[in-house]
């Protein structure tokens, strides 16, 4: 896990104080080691290590092989087998490294190698005698990579900063991103980022950029399966098991202490419960812990772990300073986020880099098993009425209940309708007059509705990179590596080739994976379909007086975001109790505190 910096200028000399002043400001990513390498006075290629697998000196990167040269952030997880696969090819090696195996590998197969490569990872090759550079970002867009590319030149990094840094004319707000994340929450389902002519390359993408013409292409080398794959249930939780197993067997190839993220659900459980047959040290275990709650989620930990070898770590959440805890995420986020509720996650890391490096997580399980149950439900009764299966839906009927039948009548709606019905919701909630209407071009959100399966499509594609980018931006904020049994691609190919009621029914998620599972953890743990997310008091801090000073400051209003009237009107109704517009609030304040930091250059918390 680390950072890279790419500049390929077409008639500028690069200024190389200026590359390695950009370069350091990936230094999170990668404390270990920090280098430049200058091919020639037009491209630079930087790299920011963070050491995990052979610690030695002779991995740092750039790395270079047959006039090659390589800066590599992410792992490649079967890094063993291609390696011994190269050896029988005739290639020798000199460290114990992936970065090795990812360099040799592409002066055999070329671009065909991120086929072969299970693992997460953005890197670039620059290739001297070809006078080309490759590029290629992971299957699910695990690991960040943005790019601009202007009059000919060629900005890459792990994080926008340094892209900004070094071409300050970068520094411009993309209205059209922003007003999309105000009124949808939407993020990284688009290649456009906050910043106007700074992009993001899109998971399973490969950039070619010839130098010569300065001609960059940009290709899809890998898609979710299209194909049905009809085998019996019981033989699916087999095979379904065996690859999850092989999944976490590949995470816990590590020089470094291993760790893993551990709350009451399955997801982490079944994670903690594989892991444990790999390896004989102690694990530490992170879960965060709201005590004053109604549902706490460490006593059920401590349960499961009695007589394991797992030490764990309860991890209280401070609110004292949300605004300072966002600002600091914002920085690293370089945008905002969705939900509110994540400064938990910031303590854990915060508490987890003491003791590790690496740390198994169980992201991607709820996108890839149907585990948002209110999503399917609507889509799931049309299909029961389809097939003139009556009686399973009036079962269906009983077991969902009547509130929660209208919330996802109303998710079905604001999901499947065009941007008149999202409006017109947004209006009868009452924001849509607040926002100025001016840039109303939104993101568009691709959409899957054919059948089930597909819904779980959308959301693997779509509301899953909004969680990868913010997991890698807070873990690496903590120079901390985060890996992803669940994003192992053979369990995605082999889940989307499965029948939807293998995944989802009565009512209940991740059918599979609870009967896989059945065996190995508490019926507290399988059964349990509550979902526990993280506790925020953010009604409570949006209405403070550290929240109050921005969103009611001249600053504020100065961007011409909202109508600053009909916005006074309904913060004050938030403030009084009327009604709650947290989530929207919090939006808005983000983007200040976006504006402040990255535009006008102020960070002042």
Known sequence: MCGIFGVIEK????????????????????????????????????HVRLSILDLDERSNQPFEFNNTHLIFNGEIFNYIEIKKELETLGYNFVTTSDTEVVIKAFDYWGSECVKKFNGMWAFLIYLEDKNEIFV???????????YSFTDGSLILSSEIKSIINYNKVLRKPNKVAINSYLRESLGGQSEQTWFESVYRLM?????????????????????????????????????????????????????VPIGLTLSSGLDSMAIASSSLKYTSKNLESFTASFPNEKYDEFPVVERYIKNK???????????????????????????????????????????????????LEGQGADELLGGYTHTFIISYLLKLLKNFKFRSFIREIKLIGFRKLINSFVLFFR??????????????????????KKDLNELKKEQYYRNLNDLLLEQHKGGLVNLLHYGDSVSMMYSLESRLPFLDYRLVEFLFKLPFDYKYKLNKGKIIHRDAFKNDLPSEVVDNTN????????????????????????????RNIVNVNSFKNLYKRHINGDKDYSRFLYRLLSVELWYRMFIDENNSY
């Open 11 to 46: 008639e500028k000399v690069i200024d190389k104080e200026l590359f390695k002043e950009s370069l350091l400001l990936l230094k999170h990513r990668g404390p270990d080691n920090q280098n430049a390498d200058f091919i020639n006075d037009k491209i630079g290629l930087g």
């Open 309 to 359: 070898k797992v030490n764990a770590n309860r991890i209280l959440t401070d609110y004292s300073n949300y605004v300072g805890s966002l600002n600091k995420l914002i920085y690293h986020l370089e945008a905002g986020h969705s939900s509110p509720a994540i400064v938990p996650l910031q303590s854990i890391m915060n508490n987890a880099k003491n003791k590790v490096t690496v740390l």
């Open 136 to 146: 290629s970002r992971d299957r699910f867009g695990i690991k960040p990579l943005y």
């Open 203 to 255: 998971p399973a993408h490969n950039i070619i950029f010839k130098l010569k013409d300065s001609q960059l292409n940009i290709s899809r080398y890998w898609n979710y399966p299209k194909e049905q794959l009809n085998i019996p249930y019981e033989e699916a939780i087999k095979k379904y098991k065996n690859i999850f197993k092989d999944a976490v067997r590949l995470r816990m190839r590590s020089d």
């Open 531 to 558: 979902k526990i997310g993280f506790v925020s008091p953010i009604k409570e801090i949006i209405s403070s007086k550290m929240v109050s000073d921005i969103l009611l400051s001249e600053t504020f209003f100065s």
């Open 415 to 436: 999901n499947n309708g065009g941007s008149k019905l999202k409006t017109f919701m947004r209006r009868i909630y009452g924001i849509e007059k607040v926002l100025i």
